[in-house]
């Protein structure tokens, strides 16, 4: 069995559709699967599920979602090896023995064991620590196959098919934020690789996404300039330059405007992959899980 939350709420078993129909399941479900391994207390799905003003019965409720998902999912520890992705990158030795039902009710609220390697989220974390290892320590090729192939998971907004309270909103800003710092070190290794052209068109994108992102637009300037596309280059430091000051009031970062004048200066070499490198080297470790655990 394998559950998906990078994009539409998805759990199947081969080819079979296990995916839970009802509105408030699948809500208490997308919870439990992004506190995977940890308790999430009542109060916390009565939030989710009802916002500020819950029923009376909200807890009893919360009792019969329970049971009907554990009665209509089968126990993944006992089918863990009928459906699993397959990855070079990822091992599914990093998922540690489990023991037990499922989906445990303790005093304080419900917590879901399910395999790490049978969760995308799972997936995409270890990916992307083992890339971001892989990029401080220089191995730049094994870092953008890593990166890579940890945002080849993500199919669209988390949970997409759920509505989304005051909980799953967190979540989903946490990992989006998760989601762009990996793109950005995806981009650090393809452009240190020289890959300027391929890197353009994402980028692009992303911005319409992300119109206030300047880490993207810094390595959207380098890529054009690096391309031999200077005067597109200028133009697209003019355009940010617009959105913020306009939008905010505010300047473009100096790191953006040292890069800026190296190519309105025709530098030659502005060593900024080099120097984004470093940066990356110099950040804290982000280990598997920590988006999605330290979300209250």
């Known amino acids: 069995m394998y559950f998906k939350v990078l994009g539409a709420l998805d759990v199947s078993e081969s080819t079979k559709d296990l995916t839970p129909s009802a509105p408030k399941l699948r809500s208490t479900l997308s919870l439990l699967l992004l506190r995977q391994g940890d308790i999430v207390r009542k109060d916390l799905f009565v939030d989710e599920l009802w916002g500020v003003n ?6 009893t409720t919360l009792q019969t979602y329970v049971y009907q998902l554990r009665r209509t999912l089968p126990d993944p520890q006992t089918r863990r090896a009928g459906h699993r992705p397959r990855g070079h990158a990822w091992k599914e030795a990093t998922a540690g023995p489990s023991h037990g039902p499922w989906l445990r009710t303790t005093s304080s609220g419900y917590c879901a064991s399910i395999p790490a390697e049978t969760i995308d989220l799972c997936r995409f974390e270890t990916l ?53 710092r990996v793109v950005e070190q995806c981009v650090d290794a393809q452009l240190f690789l020289g890959r300027y052209h391929e890197v353009l068109t994402g980028l692009r994108g992303l911005l319409v996404e992300h119109p206030l992102a300047e880490g993207l637009w810094q390595r959207l300037l380098l ?63 982000v280990r598997p899980g920590t988006v999605s655990r330290h979300v209250a």
Not at 144 to 158: I, K, S, V
Request: hydrophobic share 40%; aromatic share 4%; no cysteine.
């Open 54 to 59: 819950p029923p009376p019965n909200a807890l």
């Open 128 to 180: 992307a620590a083992q890339g971001g290892t892989a990029l401080r320590q220089g191995n730049v090729p094994r870092a953008a196959e890593l990166l890579e192939e940890a945002l080849t998971l993500w199919r669209g907004p988390l949970v997409s098919n759920v509505k989304h309270g005051p909980v799953l909103e967190a979540h989903a800003t946490g990992l989006n934020e998760e989601r762009l």
């Open 223 to 285: 890529a054009l300039y690096r391309s031999g596309r200077r005067l597109e280059a200028i133009q697209e430091y003019r355009r940010l330059h617009r959105i913020l000051g306009d939008g905010l009031g505010l300047e473009p970062s100096r790191s953006v405007q040292r890069l800026y004048e190296a190519v309105l200066a025709s530098d030659p070499a502005p060593d900024l992959e080099r120097i984004a490198l470093s940066a990356w080297r110099d950040r804290a470790v």
